[in-house]
């Protein structure tokens, strides 16, 4: 079953207003990766979180790992039309013998301008 | 630096004729190779990935098969296609199961 949860599914938010879309893991990750993927395009990986409470920015764009290194979240502050597209969450899971990276269901971010 | 092709970009196919996506990857050697399907432009779903030459594993049990005959390239088949084949499809290549995954540009394929 799917043991990377994401939510919120859709985010419809105003040009300049903040966005979050969060990721919840039933087992603790060894690290967690965000994904952007534009409408039409393919996901392009954004970042990777490796540490227990870690805190990495790019921009407007800030990316938190719990201190349980269960869960994850990815805020915009005032977002621009240049951030629309889906975002994605991903960890890695043990199966069959090996990790393989599992990707979240994703939040689609719409921005009105 | 590592560049990874897909192709065809697009494709419309009738109901029941075959399939055959291809991918290949370089700049690199031995990578894990992935292909996805994103239907209704939502969530990512792993169909096959592989560990290397011969070796796919396939997370889903359904219409289609994966090859890979070389080290780099990777191929999606599908004997007879069905409607619910529609969809995005992405090759992909990690350096290893639990790395950054780098996605092709993907293939739109319509089933009609």
């Known amino acids: 079953g799917q043991q990377v949860m994401q939510i919120p599914q859709y985010q419809h938010v105003q040009e300049g207003e903040d966005f979050t879309t969060y990721c919840n893991s039933s087992?603790?990750?060894?690290?967690i990766q965000w994904y952007k993927q534009r409408p039409g395009g393919h996901p392009v990986f954004l970042i990777q979180l490796v540490k227990s409470g870690e805190v990495k920015k790019q921009k407007r764009l800030t990316f938190q790992f719990g201190e349980a290194k269960k869960n994850s979240s990815l805020h915009i502050t005032a977002t621009q039309t240049t951030d629309v597209g889906t975002y994605f969450c991903?960890?890695?899971?043990?199966?069959?013998?090996?990790?393989?990276?599992?990707f979240g269901k994703g939040t689609k971010l719409s921005v009105i301008p | 630096s590592q560049t990874i092709h897909q192709w065809p970009a697009t494709l419309v196919q009738p109901v029941g004729s075959p399939l055959s996506l291809e991918c290949t990857v370089e700049?690199?050697?031995?990578?894990?190779l992935y292909w996805y399907r994103q239907a209704a432009g939502r969530g990512l779903q792993l169909l096959f990935y592989s560990v290397g030459i011969g070796q796919i594993s396939s997370e889903v049990p359904q219409n289609l098969s994966a090859s890979r005959p070389q080290d780099r390239q990777f191929i999606l088949s599908s004997k007879k296609l069905l409607l619910s084949d529609s969809g995005f499809y992405l090759c992909?290549?990690?350096?290893?199961?639990?790395?950054?995954?780098?996605f092709g540009e993907g293939s739109w394929l319509t089933v009609v």
């Open positions: 087992t603790t990750l060894s690290n």
């Open positions: 991903a960890g890695p899971y043990s199966g069959a013998g090996s990790y393989q990276l599992t």
């Open positions: 700049g690199t050697s031995n990578p894990n």
């Open positions: 992909a290549w990690s350096y290893g199961g639990a790395d950054t995954i780098y």
